[in-house]
């Protein structure tokens, strides 16, 4: 009953938003990625279009720290992770902060992730096991990740492609 329990909860979380929430942020440097600019981006699942546009803020001499101020207020850091397939921090204006990942197809376009917890969630719940890293249902409806900052952002980092599924694509704009 227990484990049927946490499945659906897990399953009603992916459906609903997907994204791992933090209790505190994982990343302390980002990562320079090719978001700068204005994009279209387009939901996969309700076709909803908007215009986001996101402006580069580097500070530091020998070791830069890039963070990316979206037009909501969020503020987007990422960790290359495998080519062009990074994680993605964002603190969004009210505080709250969340990874997803995001995989950057051409300097033109970029197509943003989740976890894939209904096919694959056998193989995120023993990554968690394995990084100490508990997941649980959110009031906001994303998966929290509650463990050691540093056990997170290893359990973060050995997700690869067949861990996520697309959400979001986006298109630059001239």
Same mark, same amino acid.
């Given at each position: ?8 909860? %897990?399953?009603?979380?992916?459906? $609903?938003?997907?994204?791992?929430? %933090? ?57 290359? %992770? ?29 197509? %943003? ?52 599924? $697309? ?8």
């Amino acid at each position: 009953m227990r484990a049927a329990l946490r499945f659906l909860l %897990l399953f009603a979380a992916l459906c $609903l938003a997907g994204c791992y929430e %933090l209790l505190e942020p994982v990343l302390e440097r980002g990562e320079k990625a090719p978001i700068a600019g204005r994009f279209q981006c387009v939901d996969d699942f309700t076709g909803e279009k908007r215009t986001d546009s996101f402006d580069e803020k580097a500070s530091g001499f020998f070791f830069r720290d890039y963070r990316y101020a979206a037009s909501d207020g969020a503020e987007l850091m990422f960790l290359r %992770l495998d080519g062009d397939f990074y994680l993605v921090q964002t603190k969004d204006k009210d505080g709250s902060i969340t990874a997803s990942f995001a995989e950057f197809l051409s300097d033109k376009t970029i197509a %943003l992730f989740v976890a894939k917890l209904v096919t694959r969630g056998e193989a995120i719940e023993a990554l968690a096991r394995k990084y100490k890293v508990n997941i649980s249902y959110a009031p906001s409806a994303n998966l929290r990740l509650v463990g050691a900052r540093g056990d997170i952002l290893d359990f973060l980092r050995a997700h690869d492609r067949s861990m996520v599924t $697309l959400t979001t694509h986006c298109a630059r704009l001239p």
